[in-house]
């Protein structure tokens, strides 16, 4: 029911608050009383606020439907948001009043009044949190990132406290967001914040819903670039740049006297910017399960710049044991241990296993491949019991044929320790066929704990047999193989690019199996190497959040059937950022498993955009390709930082626990339609991100994406030159990092990461520097080296050794390769290829086009879809960039702002318009001075007599060969006649 109030109406009166302000920056001023959050807005405060009102409707400057205010207050570990909003009371399904911190699925969104509120942690970054209110409450919280469209991290719980109240005709709705529940980056604490509100506004006449916005939003609620700033009277806001990683390997141990114990480790990062230090913390924990809440806690130093680990410990009873439960954690500093400052919340499995076993050897899917020669099975044994329960303990392991109850081979040993290796040595090789492996180990009082696991021996493999070896290196019938290429292909006129041995083309199981299979053969008459999804159309991005059905399950083994045997086949790619949708990770797992059983020749891939989810899908793959982009912008460097490559690849590499292969998907390209200011890395970000992947471990590159290479000489001509570089390296890149440390003396060293690998007699060394500045002299250490000289490749120069030290300078985001091996040769340099870019560049902007980017003119469009469109890019030189206009939104225009008014007589467009306008503006609006029509396949070509404008406006009426084609361009220019 509705909490009545005769105060509550009178005292929230327009007259009750301090004047409304003017739509652009908002003032969020300190507040250090105390406050209920309950929708009364009693206290003083509340009064004495600024108070927004300018909202309009979305995609127009009309009045919104519904009145909206809005203010933001902050205290010393909280946001405060009030908002007083004008609703139907006939449009409220659930009129309870409700306080929560609840994060459920969004069900009935549009079907009654809702809020979205949207805050960004900085003024540059690509990341914000998103908060759904209904009148009953908090409906759903989520974090997202720019440009990846609807989806978000859903598995992200800011533990907001939302109260919501509905009286006579206004809904009031207060809310406290802790600070300590953001995704901060170190340029936080520095920075303006961005924020947004919006609202939907539902209809009792069956009229659509309609949304109205306080910022200047033009399509829809993701536009991050247009968010209003945020300025914050907060002083300590670098007191929580930090992180609470997630948790994937808690595990429950049976400790003394039978009882459970879940045990886990908790690593915690410092997101200040690298070099300073920070005092003593301590992390608490709550693990709630249907047995009820048990607290946890641990002291530690941690450092910032650093990841620290400590371990807590839940005690649970061994009756009717839980099998989830809701593990919460908190950071605090030592001396003020009740104000967060980091906060995590997830679900955690407490299944105890008493027992288990990985095989490691064979090494990849338990499974004996043609081309490899097994003497022996290999395996570690786990248990999960306290030690004392160990003593003379007995453990037996036998391998067994199928149907066949003789051991093939078998050994027994004490089990002494909680964990223990074991191998049965073979007397010859293994028939094919399929084998068991029983392992259990016995007490002597009868206790026994016992599991298995499945071992197959495989014959040939049809046409190429892929298997991934012990050093988690891509093997192709046996020999090294280095995957290294894109996401998207070029079309068959395209030239081939050197060392480029690997494509992925998206959504290609929507077009049907023919075509898939049809692409497939292109590539393979190409010499190229494929990733294909598994998932037929019936299957493709449905039912995600549910397990696998049996019929579901069928398809997906015909279809990979279809597949399996085809020569430009490589790895099927499970899934593409599962974390935004949310992906059920059982029904990825359960399709992993399947697809081993129907194709054990060909590996699974997974790719993870966020940090938190690499862990979670890491078991429904056998390698895990993170897709790290650091986001670039225009007249800075990346946002995230460059170091987010080789950040997210060591998560991968832990996540892996050694099972699993590495490779990475780097950035290649730029984000725009949501951030105007996104650019593509230039050429030495490039090779910053490349020599990250290798030295952190990478055995594939498979960049996003290739039709960008097109638009962006960085990548059109530095591109190329990677790839024949990896190739190149190849053998170093594959090789395991050699024991023997580098020792690295400068200024500051933390920004410099290496890696040393021996490739026959000879010693190839990385080193990276992911800083912008300069690390100026920097000393190195290798005393295997002696005395002698390194090539730097790609460099043509060469660095003298003596008693394995030497020295050379690092720019900022510099990589040098150094090799022992006085043979290596490249025949282009690093310095030729920039220098190629450069004068590229330069010629960027024909004669006469005064519509060239560089020369100040900005471009707008009517409309354009979400992904992959570039409509501030219509104006910089390269035809290949491309812009599409929304379907059902004719007509599209494209719009020349000059910079100053400027005499123009003539439109040249490249686009797929047929029918179109010419119009400019004058004092009394806009005129057509050329019509036209045109085929699809040739530019607009529109002459028309003189005019001196500041704004011109192709108006595009129709396109395309087909009625349900696109409006799409490529570039716009104007000359003077």
């Not at 000489?713 to 190149?728: D, I, Y």
Request: aromatic fraction near 10%; charged fraction near 25%.
């Amino acid at each position: 029911m509705i909490r009545k109030s005769t105060s509550l109406a009178a005292c929230l009166t327009a007259a009750a608050f301090a004047p409304i302000i003017a739509e652009g920056q908002i003032e969020a001023p300190s507040i250090d009383s105390s406050y209920q959050i309950d929708g009364s807005f009693a206290e003083p405060f509340w009064k004495q606020l600024e108070w927004q009102d300018s909202f309009h409707a979305l995609k127009s400057d009309a009045p919104a439907p519904d009145a909206t205010r809005f203010t933001v207050a902050v205290t010393d570990d909280a946001l405060l948001i009030g908002i007083i909003a004008d609703v139907d009371k006939g449009l409220i399904a659930n009129q309870a009043n409700q306080t929560t911190v609840a994060n459920p699925t969004l069900v009935g969104y549009g079907k009654e009044p809702g809020l979205e509120l949207f805050i960004a942690p900085s003024a540059d970054g690509d990341q914000y949190g998103q908060w759904y209110v209904t009148t009953a409450g908090l409906a759903n919280d989520i974090w997202r990132k720019a440009g990846t469209g609807a989806g978000g991290l859903t598995s992200w719980r800011s533990q907001a406290e939302v109260a919501s109240q509905v009286n006579e005709g206004k809904w009031f709705v207060e809310m406290a967001i802790p600070l300590a529940a953001f995704k901060y980056t170190p340029e936080s604490a520095e920075q303006d914040w961005r924020i947004m509100l919006g609202r939907v506004h539902p209809r009792k006449d069956g009229r659509p819903v309609s949304y109205s916005t306080h910022a200047p939003l033009s399509d829809n609620f993701h536009e991050l670039a247009n968010y209003v700033p945020l300025h914050m009277e907060h002083s300590g806001l670098e007191d929580f740049l930090w992180m609470i990683r997630p948790v994937n390997d808690g595990k429950v141990i049976q400790g003394t006297n039978g009882t459970l114990e879940y045990q886990l480790e908790i690593v915690a990062d410092r997101m200040e910017k690298e070099g300073a230090e920070f005092r003593d913390v301590q992390i608490d924990g709550t693990l709630e399960t249907t047995q009820g809440a048990v607290e946890a806690s641990s002291m530690v130093a941690l450092k910032s710049s650093r990841s620290s680990m400590v371990n807590l410990t839940f005690p649970l009873s061994a009756k009717d044991a839980p099998k989830t439960g809701t593990l919460k954690l908190s950071l605090a500093a030592k001396e003020l241990p009740n104000r967060a400052l980091a906060l995590h919340v997830q679900d955690v499995p407490l299944d105890f296993k008493p027992i288990s076993i990985h095989v490691t050897q064979p090494a990849y899917r338990n499974s004996i491949y043609a081309t490899e020669d097994i003497d022996a099975i290999e395996a570690a044994v786990s248990l999960a019991v306290a030690p004392e329960d160990l003593r003379n303990a007995r453990l037996t392991a036998a391998l067994y044929a199928s149907g066949n109850d003789q051991p093939v081979a078998s050994q027994e040993l004490d089990m002494t320790e909680l964990q223990s290796n074991v191998r049965l040595e073979l007397e010859q090789k293994l028939a094919v066929g399929s084998y068991q492996l029983q392992v259990s180990v016995q007490k002597p009082d009868g206790t026994q704990w016992q599991t298995k696991e499945l071992i197959r021996s495989l014959p040939a493999a049809p046409y190429d047999e892929w298997r991934i070896d012990a050093d988690k290196v891509l093997l192709r019938n046996g020999e090294p193989f280095l995957p290294y290429g894109w996401f998207g292909w070029k079309t068959e006129a395209d030239p081939a690019i050197e060392g480029i041995n690997t494509v992925h083309v998206y959504h290609l199981p929507n077009q049907g199996i023919e075509k898939t299979l049809a692409f497939m053969d292109r590539m393979a008459e190409e010499g190229v190497v494929c990733l294909t999804d598994p998932w037929p159309a019936a299957l493709y991005r449905k039912n995600q959040k549910q397990p696998m059905s049996v019929a579901e399950e069928e398809q997906l083994r015909q279809y990979v059937r279809r597949l399996r045997d085809h020569k430009a086949l490589l790895a099927y790619y499970i899934y593409d950022e599962p974390e935004f949708v949310p992906v059920l990770p059982e029904r990825l797992n359960r399709a992993y498993e399947i697809i081993q059983e129907e194709d054990p020749y060909h590996p699974c891939i997974i790719l993870n955009m966020q940090f938190d989810a690499i862990d979670r899908y890491a078991s429904a793959a056998d390698i895990i390709m993170p897709d790290p982009y650091p986001s670039f912008r225009e007249n800075m460097g990346p946002i995230s930082g460059i170091v987010k490559v080789a950040k997210h690849l060591k998560e991968a590499k832990r996540a892996s626990e050694g099972r699993q292969a590495i490779w990475v998907t780097p950035q290649a390209f730029e984000w725009d339609a949501q951030t105007p200011a996104a650019r593509a890395p230039n050429f030495l970000e490039l090779r910053n991100q490349q020599i990250q992947g290798i030295v952190t471990g990478s055995k594939g590159f498979i960049w996003w994406i290739y039709g960008r290479q097109l638009n962006d000489k960085n990548l059109e001509l530095g591109m190329p030159f990677l790839a024949r570089e990896a190739q190149l390296l190849k053998s170093a890149i594959l090789a395991p990092d050699v024991e023997e440390e580098l020792q690295i003396t400068a200024d500051d060293t933390s920004h410099l990461h290496s890696a040393v690998r021996k490739v026959g007699e000879h010693t190839y060394i990385f080193v990276v520097n992911t800083s912008p500045e300069s690390m100026g002299a920097v000393n190195f250490h290798l005393p295997s080296l002696g005395t002698t000289a390194l090539q730097v490749v790609s460099e043509k120069r060469d660095v003298r050794v003596g008693n394995g030290k030497w020295r050379d300078t690092f720019e900022g985001y510099a990589a040098h390769v150094y090799t022992t091996d006085p043979h290596y040769e490249f025949g282009q340099t690093v310095l030729a290829v920039q220098r190629r870019i450069d004068e590229s560049l330069a010629k960027l902007g024909k004669p006469g086009n005064l519509a060239f980017r560089g020369l100040g003119a900005e471009i707008e469009t009517s409309t354009h879809y979400e992904f992959g469109t570039y409509p501030k890019r219509l104006n910089d030189g390269y035809d290949g960039r491309w812009w599409q206009a929304q379907q059902g939104k004719d007509p599209a225009w494209i719009q020349i702002n000059f910079p100053s008014a400027t005499e123009v007589g003539r439109i040249v467009a490249v686009t797929n318009a047929r029918s179109f306008e010419v119009q400019v503006k004058d004092t009394r609006g806009w005129k057509t001075v050329y019509s036209g029509e045109k085929p699809a396949d040739t530019p607009v070509v529109a002459p028309f007599t003189p005019q001196t404008t500041d704004t011109v406006r192709l108006l595009i009426h129709s396109a395309g060969n087909r009625s349900s084609e696109r409006i799409t361009a490529q570039e716009i220019e104007a000359y003077a006649n």
